[in-house]
């Protein structure tokens, strides 16, 4: 195979290209984004899994290019690209490097599966390094400069020194433990005898009813094959998210449209007597939260971690609203069937028509 070299995405218009976790004509893309034109037998659920499989099979199309590229920097790009400027030792450690792509995008860690504590360690790891070194998920629009640009030297700075890591990750215990033991507390807490997750398979919703706010990947370890999370936290304090399961195609199963959430936060406004306001994010956004609002949170703020950022009491039972909540979601999804590979036209129709709140 080619010896690949990364490539800043602003050049890839003069530069043709693998195109990872991203779209651009100009190259092959190897991409979960909705509606990405990767090869049908590449595609799997995250886009480093899709990197991966090219490389298993020797993809015949991989010999056609020498660099590789991606226009921002999160761990499932990250790890694809990596893959490939590193394919023999991608391949040695392909489930690490698996768990990493779906702990890092879907936030779905599972600790009973394989190699899902050594992917734990390397993801926390990266989370701490962006953040002490450079700006955090969905900073930079605090930036002069857009995503693009604000994340090559993100890029040129893992892609530097991943692969020690990857292969000693306990010389970097210092770094990465601290937030390996947050959520592994976490973890303990959701799983824990003070808690309740209740799955609703058919709206695809996972309610988590838990003490206080816990890292994400503890809170949304119970939400596979879900894509709705409701966080319901002592003192009548609650969120509800979309997963980004439900802005990407996965290939693993089908999914129910992303529902908006706009028109349930106007019937819980209606409802609230807190003085706080209840706002959700529109169904183009990465993950769209619906919660109690006293000031307008930036999106980096709504990225991190539920413990990062206030929520607030509601006048609002328990009981009434989840079961607002659950009654808003049947309504929506009325005679709608799962099926795979919605298109973001679909999903705006889908909203337009089944709102009947």
Known sequence: MNQYTY?????????????????????????HWREAPTPVELREDTSAGMVLQALKQNWPQLQAY??????????????????????????????????????GDFRELDLEAPFAREALKLVCWINVEE????????????????????????????????????????????????????????????YGSDSRIMQNSSLGVVVIDTPAPVHY?????????????????????????????????????????????????????????SGFTWVADGVTDTGPLLRLEAEKLTKAQRYGNPTERPIYPSSISKNLFLKTVTEYLQNTFLGVSPKKRWTWAEVKTFNQVNNKI
């Open 131 to 190: 953040k002490a070194r450079f700006y955090p998920p969905f900073g930079a629009e605090e930036l002069e400069e857009n995503e693009v640009t604000a994340s090559i030297p993100k890029f040129l700075y893992f892609l530097g020194v991943f692969e020690r890591v990857l292969t000693e990750s306990a010389l970097f215990q210092q770094v990465w433990e601290p937030e390996f033991n947050l959520v592994l507390q976490g973890y303990a807490q959701v």
């Open 66 to 103: 020498s660099y590789v590229t991606a226009n921002h920097f999160d761990i499932d790009a990250l790890v694809g690209v990596w893959a490939l400027l590193n394919p023999e030792l991608a391949l040695q450690h392909e489930e690490t490097l698996r768990q990493m792509a779906v702990i």
């Open 217 to 273: 990947y503890a809170l949304f370890s119970p939400t596979a094959g879900h894509d709705v999370v409701v966080s319901c936290y002592a003192d009548n304090r609650y969120e509800v998210e979309c997963k980004y399961t439900t802005w990407v195609d996965l290939d693993s199963r089908p999914t129910l449209p992303r529902p908006d959430l706009r028109p349930l936060a106007k019937v819980l406004a209606s409802m609230e007597t």
């Open 7 to 31: 490539l800043p995405f602003p050049q890839i218009k003069e530069q043709p290209a693998v195109v990872v976790d991203s779209f651009h004509p100009n190259g092959l893309v190897l991409s």
